[in-house]
């Protein structure tokens, strides 16, 4: 998922295999990246979308959107914030 993201994140379109974590907790499959079932099925989607460039553009554009709403910066430092708060309270002095 780390590498996927990075790879959202600046922008490229993502081909990732159908059991994919990625769907599960913020985006959606097909819309911002998109799965694939089998080696036959990767090869004929990057034949699709070399094709459909346009589309593939489009997927890449929402995956990117919507992966920086979840990471803005106000998200992250609340979570950089409560991960702290949650690190003092568990600290040993």
Partial sequence: VGRATHAIASGCMVLE????HLD????TSNQDFVTYINPDDLIDKIKF????????????QNGNKNLLKL????HVWKLLIEK?????HNAVF
């Fill in 17 to 20: 295999p159908h059991f994919t």
């Fill in 24 to 27: 599960r907790k913020f985006l």
């Fill in 49 to 60: 979308y070399e094709k459909n460039i346009n589309l593939a553009n489009q997927i890449s």
């Fill in 71 to 74: 990471y803005n910066e106000t």
């Fill in 84 to 88: 702290s708060i949650l690190n003092f």
